[in-house]
């Protein structure tokens, strides 16, 4: 019982370290203000390039750098909740951890114990709570619900993924390609954990 809580804690402190590191972007040094301040901003770009006077090459790598940017600062805000939401889960599990220590009789009682697991799973979360988590990013990345049909999943994936067809990165600065070519990895990635196929099956297109 202990160990289980000990290790829903160090799963859930190694996600958060992984919020808090690996996964960061661009947008991650700005505050909430700043966010809500520059979804504003995109918002309009992204309506003016998508104008009907608005076309040629020039509007489709702006309305192409928006969106690419719109996308980054959604990951972002998700990376928050998330992150804030693997720290509680890490808390609560060293906590719940330590009183089962404390409080615990020499010698429960098997019933006891499964009742007391039951209780504490139900504050502290299910182990399954974190890969949810990561299906409601994946479905949101793709526009779509974490249980749509396959080939919802795989349509919402190719229209994504034509939004940024390499095609049309001619001209870009290099940064802003591998930026566009990341986010169809992640693209990729997301379809692949709502069908749970494996890294090696992906085919993005």
Same mark, same amino acid.
């Given at each position: 019982?202990?160990?289980?809580?000990?290790?829903?804690?160090?799963?859930?402190?190694?996600?958060?370290?992984?919020?808090?590191?690996?996964?960061?972007?661009?947008?991650?040094?700005?505050?909430?203000?700043?966010?809500?301040?520059?979804?504003?901003? #995109?918002? /309009?770009?992204?309506?003016?390039?998508?104008?009907?006077?608005?076309?040629?090459?020039?509007?489709? /790598?702006?309305?192409?750098?928006?969106?690419?940017?719109?996308?980054?600062? +959604?990951?972002?805000?998700?990376?928050?909740?998330?992150?804030?939401?693997? =720290?509680?889960?890490?808390?609560?599990?060293?906590?719940?951890?330590?009183?089962?220590?404390?409080?615990?009789?020499?010698?429960?009682?098997?019933?006891?114990?499964?009742? +007391?697991?039951?209780? #504490?799973?139900?504050?502290?979360?299910?182990? +399954?709570?974190?890969?949810?988590?990561?299906? /409601?990013?994946?479905?949101?990345? #793709?526009?779509?619900?974490?249980?749509?049909?396959?080939?919802?999943?795989?349509?919402?994936?190719?229209? /994504?993924?034509?939004?940024?067809?390499?095609?049309? #990165?001619?001209?870009?600065?290099?940064? =802003?390609?591998?930026?566009?070519?990341?986010?169809?990895?992640?693209?990729?990635?997301?379809?692949?954990?709502?069908?749970?196929?494996?890294?090696?099956?992906?085919?993005?297109?």
């Amino acid at each position: 019982m202990r160990w289980l809580l000990i290790m829903l804690a160090v799963g859930a402190a190694g996600m958060a370290s992984y919020l808090g590191t690996a996964a960061r972007n661009s947008f991650s040094s700005y505050s909430s203000q700043q966010l809500d301040m520059l979804q504003q901003e #995109l918002a /309009q770009q992204q309506a003016s390039s998508r104008a009907p006077k608005a076309s040629g090459k020039r509007a489709e /790598q702006k309305e192409l750098l928006a969106d690419s940017q719109s996308l980054l600062l +959604e990951q972002e805000r998700q990376r928050r909740l998330f992150f804030y939401l693997a =720290l509680g889960a890490a808390a609560l599990s060293g906590l719940a951890s330590f009183l089962v220590r404390s409080t615990s009789p020499s010698a429960p009682s098997l019933r006891g114990s499964s009742d +007391e697991d039951a209780r #504490l799973l139900a504050v502290v979360g299910d182990p +399954e709570v974190l890969r949810e988590g990561a299906r /409601q990013k994946a479905a949101s990345l #793709l526009g779509v619900t974490p249980e749509a049909p396959p080939a919802v999943i795989e349509a919402a994936l190719q229209a /994504q993924l034509q939004q940024r067809d390499p095609t049309r #990165l001619e001209g870009l600065a290099p940064d =802003l390609k591998s930026l566009v070519l990341k986010q169809r990895e992640e693209l990729v990635r997301a379809r692949d954990l709502l069908l749970n196929k494996k890294p090696s099956d992906s085919r993005g297109g």
